[in-house]
Nanobody
């Protein structure tokens, strides 16, 4: 059974960068699309980025497009979220989640997910 563990969260200053990791175990990621979500204090959870099951397609929320990049390593066991030009509004707990799918094109930023990680905290503050 697939399990996900996030890491890489930290405190950084505005304009800084972080790379979050979503390590998978128990199953290959090739059968799952991975979505990164975040939830800021007092706000609803929102989808940030999605990576297709073949690792070749990505989708981004407008608020992070051009600043965040999602990709998967060659062994297909870890998905990364590279976050650059961080802003205070990026402060949140970030979660990765997996959805089993054979569709290598459809990659929404919402919807029911099959597996969730426990989250990692990102704080952007001066």
């Amino acid at each position: 059974q697939l399990q996900l563990v996030e890491s890489g969260g930290d405190s950084v200053q505005p304009g800084g960068s972080l790379r979050l990791s979503c390590a998978a175990s128990g199953s290959s990621l090739s059968a799952y699309r991975i979505t990164w979500f975040r939830q800021a204090p007092g706000k609803e959870r929102e989808g940030v980025s999605c990576l297709t099951s073949n690792g070749k397609g990505a989708n981004y929320a407008g608020s992070v497009k051009g600043r965040f990049t999602v990709y998967r390593d060659n062994a297909q066991s870890t998905v990364y979220l590279q976050m650059d030009s961080l802003k205070s509004e990026d402060t949140a707990v970030y979660y990765c989640a997996a959805k089993s799918t054979r569709n290598v094109v459809y990659c929404p930023l919402a919807g029911d997910m099959d597996v969730w990680g426990e989250g990692t905290l990102v704080t952007v503050s001066s």
